[in-house]
């Protein structure tokens, strides 16, 4: 079935803002309930993981679930989606995240808006950033090609798994600009985020270029006439 645009740029606007929602907020529920941070590291990926599983069984028939500026990128690369619906999705996403942090900050009665302060620098997270979202849009990708009907359980153990593995695992330019309009633990300071954008880009250009040689078809040797 062919959705409307508008009811795939709310989709994509919904399922960003709740999973945005669900980081910042299981962060700062975390927070609160325990002082381990191997605990509060794991409430976090565990809530995640489920939401996005959640969203893209519920709403990527309706627009194919990208919740994410990187995803868009790749299924734009892929050709699955025209230049000006890539944009239109993008935006969609960001106002999405910005949400997304917007209710968080309501329910636990923070400001609306406050600007993040947690610094997020220098190579080893950047370099974490492009492998987490590498492996994102690989998954993503490869899913669609061999096991459609299982990318919700894929993405959702991948990114059960990577933020549990990884330094940072944003992974995602929307909930990365997000993050810098939150003051929480899981924020990051403004100035941070143009390297983590450029990172995760770089990640998923890099899946996208193995996704192309590793599934391009080897033509067939002529057979010997000798």
Known sequence: ??????????????GTATLTAAIVGSAVMASRLTDNPAAAQL?????CSAVLFVMLELLAPISGGHFNPAVSLA???QGAVRRREALAYVCAQLAGGILGI??????????????GTHVRNG??????????????????????????????????????????????SFANPATTVARAMTGTLS??????????????????????????????????ASPNRD
């Open 1 to 14: 079935m062919s959705y409307r645009i508008t009811h795939r740029l709310f989709a994509e606007a919904f």
């Open 43 to 47: 409430c976090v990926a565990v809530s």
């Open 75 to 77: 299924m734009l690369m």
């Open 102 to 115: 917007v209710l968080v900050h309501l329910m636990f009665e923070f400001p609306p808006i406050s600007i």
């Open 123 to 168: 190579y080893a997270q950047w370099l974490a950033e492009a492998v987490s979202t590498f492996g994102l849009v690989f998954a993503i990708l490869q899913g669609l090609k061999l096991r459609p009907q299982s990318v919700p359980a894929i993405v959702g153990i991948y990114v059960l798994s990577v933020t549990l593995f990884a330094s940072t």
């Open 187 to 220: 924020g990051i300071r403004p100035a941070d985020v143009p390297a983590f954008v450029v990172a995760q880009l770089g990640g998923c250009l890099l899946a996208v270029v193995l996704i192309r040689w590793l599934t391009s078809e080897t033509p067939s």
